[in-house]
């Protein structure tokens, strides 16, 4: 019978009138009773059934048996019982203490239960709500004190557990709760306005959560004639979200300064909150560039909330610990840090940050494959969770990835998705810069000086597309070396290089030397620029930041090889350049440009206009704009600036 049961589902009515006529309707007016009574039930034991019949007895409305009948079995009789019988109930531990009943027998029973005692439906889901509260299981007395629409019940239970739920990241389970709840009843509670404020914080709708915060301050401070807890613990967690948003937004001063008021507002026993507070204000440091800061306050942080048991706030200090780290050009050691943080397999949104930087670290050691893996596992995680900024941060090193593997148009299509992205949520402009400096570098890694041209100038001064040097404009002077003006390119290096150094920015530093030496104006000064870096980056591996400043580098590679410089290091850097070349599509032959089409080149990249190269070369001025047509179209450039740029990658100029 149990086998004929599992083979099918609850829309075969055959079956349904087979139960309700052989199986339920034999049953004895007790047993009958009882299987109404629990049939709302997920689980149950012995206790919680006593609790569901309650004071009005074993039987159906309509029996003529007395209520609690001296002949009534007790609960724990009756499952086992039912258990002997295989009566469609299933144990669910090897003591047999807690059952559930088959699904197609629950539904079948929950349909007998709204057809004989409909008016005792809600009544059972509060027994079974106050039952599992006075047990601790708070999740399944949420549940039934919603399905018996006894919002006071949940608003009281959803209010307690809401930062537990929070601290593990299980957003989902608490919005589902929230949504269920009536909007009046949530703008009545200051706690649960905070818990939706939060969800819309971590889910990145930062107007809405600007709202429910609004109203929890009020709540809170005793506005509106509502009760609000204790007042001043409320406004501290009030500020702490509102520090929250404060950096989402961009704005780090405020948000550093909105944490340090929230730590005096809240008492001292508020420890696992102060650890949330801790990780607000380490992340606001952090992104400040303030790494010797963020630190102590992350490491501190962290170990507050693995006391207390807060995934969330553990997690997300880890990931940031991890990240200074980087920046500091410790990549091992950062690595150690994100992969302990995904192999805990939690569903904590920062998962998705641990993966993208491991992402990160192996393109930066050139292992694309693993890097790729890691890309994809943050982007299963980050679609469903409705955040703008993880998604961009997954999509911004598929254009990296992309890039490397030669695939420019991936790549830009890749960074074009992440601005689309961007126009329909509320984003900072300080993401918006970075994802611009991003679509610069990748349409420079390609050779497309119109299309980084078009990025540019979207892009703040202080814009960096890579996530380890965030406050280091490099993209700067890599545009003006594609636009020909490599001493202008070097002159701005230098205080890049100054800032980096004096902030710990080791990551940085490295990358500022390597193009240093590509625009040094001597050969001599170049080896010098990359002898530091290959000493600097040898012992972490680094790898795509010389590859990625491409093959004007090779010359000076070899150069510093020959002169014993990590001859070994260099090699695996040379070999990696020379698989990157391979990879990316066929540049157009230099041959077939004329002997005047080069004469032209060669007058537009020094800077003269039409007139001036027609007078230059004695041509007319609608001749010389037919010949810079036909070097346009032959080096597949869009404008005279890329055109100038492309040759010189080709060695023409």
């Given at each position: 019978?149990?086998?004929?049961?599992?083979?099918?589902?609850?829309?075969?009515?055959?079956?349904?009138?087979?139960?309700?006529?052989?199986?339920?309707?034999?049953?004895?007016?007790?047993?009958?009773?009882?299987?109404?009574?629990?049939?709302?039930?997920?689980?149950?034991?012995?206790?919680?059934?006593?609790?569901?019949?309650?004071?009005?007895?074993?039987?159906?409305?309509?029996?003529?048996?007395?209520?609690?009948?001296?002949?009534?079995?007790?609960?724990?009789?009756?499952?086992?019982?039912?258990?002997?019988?295989?009566?469609?109930?299933?144990?669910?531990?090897?003591?047999?203490?807690?059952?559930?009943?088959?699904?197609?027998?629950?539904?079948?029973?929950?349909?007998?239960?709204?057809?004989?005692?409909?008016?005792?439906?809600?009544?059972?889901?509060?027994?079974?709500?106050?039952?599992?509260?006075?047990?601790?299981?708070?999740?399944?007395?949420?549940?039934?004190?919603?399905?018996?629409?006894?919002?006071?019940?949940?608003?009281?239970?959803?209010?307690?557990?809401?930062?537990?739920?929070?601290?593990?990241?299980?957003?989902?389970?608490?919005?589902?709760?929230?949504?269920?709840?009536?909007?009046?009843?949530?703008?009545?509670?200051?706690?649960?306005?905070?818990?939706?404020?939060?969800?819309?914080?971590?889910?990145?709708?930062?107007?809405?959560?600007?709202?429910?915060?609004?109203?929890?301050?009020?709540?809170?401070?005793?506005?509106?004639?509502?009760?609000?807890?204790?007042?001043?613990?409320?406004?501290?967690?009030?500020?702490?979200?509102?520090?929250?948003?404060?950096?989402?937004?961009?704005?780090?001063?405020?948000?550093?300064?909105?944490?340090?008021?929230?730590?005096?507002?809240?008492?001292?026993?508020?420890?696992?909150?102060?650890?949330?507070?801790?990780?607000?204000?380490?992340?606001?440091?952090?992104?400040?560039?303030?790494?010797?800061?963020?630190?102590?306050?992350?490491?501190?942080?962290?170990?507050?909330?693995?006391?207390?048991?807060?995934?969330?706030?553990?997690?997300?200090?880890?990931?940031?610990?991890?990240?200074?780290?980087?920046?500091?050009?410790?990549?091992?050691?950062?690595?150690?840090?994100?992969?302990?943080?995904?192999?805990?397999?939690?569903?904590?949104?920062?998962?998705?940050?641990?993966?993208?930087?491991?992402?990160?670290?192996?393109?930066?050691?050139?292992?694309?494959?693993?890097?790729?893996?890691?890309?994809?596992?943050?982007?299963?995680?980050?679609?469903?969770?409705?955040?703008?900024?993880?998604?961009?941060?997954?999509?911004?090193?598929?254009?990296?990835?992309?890039?490397?593997?030669?695939?420019?148009?991936?790549?830009?299509?890749?960074?074009?998705?992440?601005?689309?992205?961007?126009?329909?949520?509320?984003?900072?402009?300080?993401?918006?810069?970075?994802?611009?400096?991003?679509g610069v570098e990748v349409a420079l890694a390609g050779a497309s000086l119109a299309e980084a041209e078009h990025w540019a100038a979207r892009m703040s001064p202080e814009a960096s597309g890579h996530p380890f040097y965030r406050h280091l404009n490099l993209v700067g002077p890599r545009l003006l070396l594609a636009r020909g003006d490599r001493r202008a390119a070097c002159e701005a290096l230098h205080p890049l290089y100054t800032a980096a150094a004096d902030a710990g920015w080791e990551w940085g530093a490295?990358?500022?030397?390597?193009?240093?030496?590509?625009?040094?104006?001597?050969?001599?000064?170049?080896?010098?620029?990359?002898?530091?870096?290959l000493h600097r980056g040898a012992s972490e591996r680094f790898v795509r930041t010389f590859v990625d400043a491409g093959p004007a580098l090779v010359p000076l590679l070899k150069e510093a090889a020959r002169q014993g410089a990590a001859p070994e290091y260099v090699g695996r850097i040379l070999q990696a350049i020379s698989e990157h070349a391979a990879s990316a599509p066929p540049e157009p032959a230099p041959s077939s440009l004329s002997l005047r089409e080069l004469q032209v080149l060669r007058l537009m990249?020094?800077?003269?206009?039409?007139?001036?190269?027609?007078?230059?070369?004695?041509?007319?001025?609608?001749?010389?704009?037919?010949?810079?047509?036909?070097?346009?179209?032959?080096?597949?450039?869009?404008?005279?600036?890329?055109?100038?740029?492309?040759?010189?990658?080709?060695?023409?100029?």
């Amino acid at each position: 019978m149990r086998r004929l049961i599992t083979s099918v589902t609850g829309t075969n009515r055959f079956i349904l009138d087979y139960l309700t006529e052989e199986v339920l309707a034999r049953q004895s007016p007790q047993v009958h009773s009882f299987l109404l009574h629990t049939s709302i039930l997920d689980r149950m034991c012995a206790p919680l059934c006593e609790a569901m019949l309650g004071q009005d007895g074993w039987l159906p409305q309509d029996s003529d048996t007395p209520a609690q009948a001296p002949h009534a079995l007790p609960a724990q009789e009756i499952l086992e019982h039912l258990d002997r019988s295989n009566l469609f109930i299933v144990p669910l531990d090897t003591e047999r203490q807690w059952y559930r009943y088959h699904h197609l027998f629950a539904e079948l029973l929950q349909s007998c239960l709204q057809r004989e005692l409909a008016d005792r439906v809600n009544i059972l889901h509060s027994r079974a709500s106050r039952w599992y509260a006075d047990h601790g299981f708070t999740a399944e007395a949420i549940h039934h004190a919603l399905a018996s629409q006894d919002w006071a019940q949940a608003a009281r239970l959803i209010a307690l557990e809401r930062e537990t739920l929070l601290q593990r990241g299980e957003l989902l389970t608490l919005m589902g709760w929230l949504a269920a709840l009536p909007s009046d009843i949530i703008q009545a509670s200051a706690q649960l306005c905070l818990a939706y404020a939060w969800l819309l914080l971590l889910t990145g709708r930062l107007d809405a959560a600007e709202q429910w915060l609004a109203r929890a301050r009020k709540l809170a401070a005793g506005e509106d004639g509502q009760p609000g807890g204790d007042p001043r613990s409320l406004l501290g967690e009030v500020t702490a979200a509102e520090s929250v948003l404060a950096r989402a937004r961009g704005d780090l001063r405020q948000s550093t300064e909105l944490a340090h008021r929230a730590l005096t507002l809240l008492p001292e026993t508020a420890e696992a909150l102060r650890a949330v507070l801790g990780v607000t204000l380490g992340l606001a440091y952090w992104y400040g560039g303030h790494i010797d800061q963020a630190e102590p306050i992350l490491e501190a942080a962290a170990t507050a909330a693995r006391r207390y048991g807060n995934d969330f706030a553990r997690l997300t200090a880890q990931t940031f610990l991890g990240r200074s780290k980087a920046m500091r050009g410790e990549l091992h050691a950062a690595a150690a840090l994100f992969q302990d943080v995904v192999g805990e397999n939690l569903p904590v949104p920062v998962t998705i940050l641990a993966h993208v930087d491991l992402a990160y670290l192996n393109y930066e050691w050139n292992d694309l494959d693993v890097a790729e893996s890691h890309m994809r596992a943050g982007q299963a995680l980050a679609e469903p969770s409705g955040d703008a900024e993880y998604r961009v941060s997954v999509n911004l090193i598929l254009a990296r990835l992309r890039s490397a593997r030669g695939d420019l148009r991936g790549a830009l299509q890749a960074v074009d998705q992440v601005d689309q992205l961007l126009k329909a949520s509320e984003s900072p402009a300080s993401l918006l810069a970075h994802v611009a400096a991003t679509g610069v570098e990748v349409a420079l890694a390609g050779a497309s000086l119109a299309e980084a041209e078009h990025w540019a100038a979207r892009m703040s001064p202080e814009a960096s597309g890579h996530p380890f040097y965030r406050h280091l404009n490099l993209v700067g002077p890599r545009l003006l070396l594609a636009r020909g003006d490599r001493r202008a390119a070097c002159e701005a290096l230098h205080p890049l290089y100054t800032a980096a150094a004096d902030a710990g920015w080791e990551w940085g530093a490295i990358a500022v030397r390597i193009w240093q030496a590509v625009t040094a104006e001597s050969q001599q000064a170049g080896l010098t620029f990359l002898k530091d870096a290959l000493h600097r980056g040898a012992s972490e591996r680094f790898v795509r930041t010389f590859v990625d400043a491409g093959p004007a580098l090779v010359p000076l590679l070899k150069e510093a090889a020959r002169q014993g410089a990590a001859p070994e290091y260099v090699g695996r850097i040379l070999q990696a350049i020379s698989e990157h070349a391979a990879s990316a599509p066929p540049e157009p032959a230099p041959s077939s440009l004329s002997l005047r089409e080069l004469q032209v080149l060669r007058l537009m990249a020094a800077g003269l206009s039409n007139r001036a190269i027609a007078t230059n070369l004695v041509l007319s001025e609608g001749t010389v704009k037919k010949h810079i047509h036909n070097i346009s179209g032959k080096l597949a450039a869009a404008n005279r600036t890329e055109a100038v740029a492309r040759a010189r990658k080709l060695g023409l100029l």
